[in-house]
């Protein structure tokens, strides 16, 4: 990971916002909340598809022959990344009452969310086991300990590789943890000035070895070189919207 470019890349990134035309961005991001909650609840096993999703999420059109869980996992989706980045805006570090907030959103008219597991829980295929519940509180608690600190220790996308493995390596809900994993590390990566990333459904087998490793052998380096790539084809993205704002915007236009 070459930290310091990424570093070069955000900052000139946070300048170009202001130069690329509002109704552009607003396109934009409005296409990546659509293909980023496609693609988040697609991992977890939701067979609508980027179309559906966009038909449901824009056009408010409730999609035939789907299970109801599927239509609202989409939809809470959309509303817990807004909520995260309402948080971003008033300037709110990640905190314990904001990650239950999330999982609660995600969880809207499918069960009470934002209350922690009093059972194991196993993931199938996994070498990791998260641990009881007794267990669990403790880690939880050392986990939102450490997010005061682990910024002296790690660089800035590191901790948001951390907090999103970590987060999901305690398990701490029944049901929802990737969900809220993926939002919370935005929420970091957001929070020091990057954009939000999408990890494709295409890439789930990387994305769930990566997050193995760091489980099973406490090596985080696999998935926040993934996160790091991931930052930079999004930085590299809105780089290059702000390229022909330049050439030809900025010159005016005839009429």
Not at 9 to 38: G, N
Request: charge should be negative; include cysteine.
């Amino acid at each position: 990971m070459n930290y310091e470019k990424l570093i070069q890349k955000r900052d000139q990134y946070q300048a170009s916002l202001k130069r690329i035309p509002e109704y552009t961005l607003q396109t934009f991001e409005q296409a990546f909340e659509i293909e980023y909650t496609h693609n988040s609840t697609a991992i977890e096993g939701n067979t609508l598809t980027l179309i559906e999703t966009k038909v449901l999420l824009e056009d408010g059109i409730s999609i035939g022959g789907k299970h109801l869980r599927e239509l609202y996992e989409a939809v809470n989706h959309r509303n817990a990344y807004r909520y995260v980045k309402e948080c971003i805006e008033k300037g709110e570090p990640l905190s314990e009452k904001i990650v239950k907030d999330i999982h609660a959103i995600l969880m809207d008219h499918i069960f009470t969310g934002g209350i922690y597991r009093n059972v194991d829980v196993y993931i199938s295929g996994a070498q990791h086991t998260p641990p009881s519940p007794n267990e669990m509180y403790r880690q939880v608690k050392n986990f939102y300990a450490d997010l005061s600190w682990k910024g002296n220790e790690l660089n800035l996308i590191e901790l948001a590789a951390w907090t999103h493995a970590e987060f999901v390596k305690i398990h701490p809900f029944l049901d929802g943890n990737g969900r809220t994993s993926r939002l919370i590390m935005n929420y970091q990566l957001l929070a020091n000035g990057f954009p939000a990333v999408s990890i494709a459904k295409e890439n789930r087998l990387e994305y769930f070895n990566t997050l193995e490793a760091y489980a099973v052998e406490g090596d985080l380096r696999p998935f926040a070189e993934m996160i790091a790539g991931l930052v930079e084809q999004q930085l590299d993205r809105y780089l290059e919207m702000d390229r022909p704002v330049q050439g030809i915007w900025q010159e005016g236009s005839p009429g």
